[in-house]
C-alpha cells in the first residue's frame, strides 16, 4: 500500500494542479475515444501503451480479455459493452490481448486453476482453435503465441454478435480492432482481416469490421 500511498500524494501535490482545467472538464462528462478491452494482467497497461490521457478511453478489464458472445451470459462486460457502444457512442473498440497470457495457458492446462470454479467457467468463453492444438510442429512458445491471437479473433466473433455492435456495423459507423500486445518487446501486432494474419500495427491494418474493410468516412 506504501508505493500507492505515496502515487496519490504525487498526484494530488503535483499533477493535479498542473492538470486541474481539464479536470474540471472531465467532471461534466466523458467522451471516450475507444472502448478498449484487454486482460486484467498487471502488466497490460492501456494508457501507457497507447500514450493516452483520462476521458481518452472507456477501458474494460477481465481475465483473459474474453466477451461472451450476446445471450450466453449476462453481465459486466456485456453491460460495458452496450453503455459504451449504445449510450457513449465510441467510434472504435479494440480487443487486445498480450503475450504470456495466464488465462489462455489455463485453458491449456486446467489442472493449474482446479478448485477455482468461477475462473473455470470463465475461461470456456475463450475460443481455442483446435488445428493449432494439434499441430505438431509448433513449439510450446509457438503455440501459446498463436493461440492468444486465435483467442482475440474468436472475441472478435463473440463481439459482434452484441446488438449495439450489429447496429452500428450495419450502418458503418464503428471500427473493430483485434491487437496483442508483446510485452516483451512493447510491439503491438493487429489482426487484418483481409490477410488472416497478425502484423505490426500501422494505418494499413488499424481497422476490422464486419467484412473486413475500413467503414466509410473513417
Not at 99 to 114: F, H, M, R, W, Y
Not at 124 to 141: C, F, G, Q, Y
Request: proline share 6%.
Amino acid at each position: 500500500m506504501r508505493k500507492l500511498l505515496d502515487g496519490y500524494r504525487r498526484f494530488q501535490t503535483g499533477i493535479y494542479p498542473r492538470e486541474r482545467a481539464l479536470f474540471k472538464t472531465l467532471a461534466q462528462g466523458q467522451h471516450p475515444l475507444a472502448l478498449f478491452i484487454t486482460c486484467a494482467d498487471s502488466r497490460v497497461v492501456p494508457d501507457l501503451i497507447t500514450q493516452t490521457g483520462p476521458g481518452d478511453l472507456f477501458i474494460c478489464r477481465n481475465v483473459g480479455n474474453l466477451i461472451p458472445d450476446h445471450g450466453s451470459m449476462n453481465g459486466g462486460v456485456s453491460a460495458t459493452i452496450e453503455y459504451a457502444v449504445g449510450v457513449l457512442g465510441v467510434k472504435d473498440v479494440i480487443i487486445c490481448g498480450h503475450s504470456d497470457c495466464g488465462a489462455i495457458k489455463g485453458v491449456l492446462q486446467p489442472e493449474t486453476t482446479a478448485g477455482f470454479a468461477n475462473v473455470q467457467a470463465w475461461l470456456k468463453h475463450a475460443v481455442i482453435p483446435e488445428h493449432l492444438m494439434d499441430d505438431r510442429t509448433l513449439s510450446p512458445e509457438e503455440r501459446l503465441a498463436a493461440l492468444i491471437e486465435g483467442n482475440v479473433v474468436g472475441q472478435l466473433t463473440h463481439l459482434r454478435t452484441h446488438p449495439a455492435v450489429a447496429a452500428r456495423l450495419a450502418r458503418g459507423d464503428i471500427g473493430l480492432h483485434g491487437w496483442v500486445y508483446l510485452i516483451e518487446t512493447g510491439e503491438i501486432r493487429a489482426y487484418d482481416a483481409e490477410k488472416g494474419c497478425f502484423a505490426p500495427l500501422d494505418a494499413s491494418n488499424a481497422r476490422v469490421t464486419k467484412d473486413g474493410m475500413e467503414p466509410p468516412g473513417r
